[in-house]
């Protein structure tokens, strides 16, 4: 705060005439600059407190400003936008085949990760990390960068980026036969980026896919509804925008969707008996046994009853992941 009131009454002081315009340009540039970084260090506690009450402005700004993450350094920006659990790892930094910071051991490393917030990302079990991990960090950086690149030729390649990286997620653990909780994310994120390069009829079977592994997906409804609407189709849109809400998902983002298609009011009551959660499974048994399907309830109709028991296939429309993924720089 002493940052902030220094840097205004440096502002306000600053009234004298200036020689020529690149004077008072310079000096402008340096007082806006010194503003916007305290700004950055002022919104730490909020933009994190909906992440982790743990996160440590001290700690993990000075490790990870100017890093690099796909060939560019890290911003105070980009930190401040990462899961807690991608600043853990030092966001894929290889220490002892592992992740972590330099001077780091590979015991300290697992103490960490084994807290009850981070094990399900990053363990698939005792010892043993889920190594396709900071590829979803890099994801989630790439994704920070198309949104606040200014070039085109930059926005598109972050968008590839981002995709492909969510992708790997998806296709690495897949073909070890390791079914990892955050899949249904991850084919949101791969939606989410189909849906900003405008490719909707991608984006429509990515957020199917993550709807169909996880229900409660509240985001995966809005990128579904609107690359329908997108397309033209407004009545699929609010039918998908319903169902969203019937699954017990009543956010902002739905109920808004929900009047503007023209939803008729009160909003669709969550339906409890149709909500189908995720089975829970410890993490040591997702090498040994996938997760299989929740067979449908006897009271259901034999035309739902099969469609909620058939597991959806991988995405065969999805583009396969690139040979030798460029960004990995110690995966299997």
Known sequence: MQFVVATLSDLAANNMPFKNYDEVSGSMSRILVRIKFAFILLCVPVVFGAHASQFDSKVFLPKLVGVKVLYEPMTAQEVLAMDPVCLEIGMGA???????????????????????????????????????????CWGKVSKSRYFSARDSTKRAQNLKNWRLNMLYCIDWPTEKGINWPFFPLMHKEVAESYFYEQAYQKAIISASKAISLDPRLAQAYVILADSHQKLGNAVKALEVITEGLKQGNQTKALTRRYKELGGKMPYPEPNVKEVITPESVPAEKLLIEPIRPTPAPENRSSAEGAEQATAPQANTDQPSKPVGNPYCRFCP
Do not use: C, K, N
């Open 94 to 136: 290889a220490v002892e085949s592992a992740w972590g910071y330099p001077g780091m051991t590979r015991d300290q490393l697992f103490e960490i990760l084994a807290r009850p917030e981070y094990a399900p990302w990053a363990l698939i079990g005792p010892g043993a990390p889920a190594q396709w991990l900071h590829h979803y």
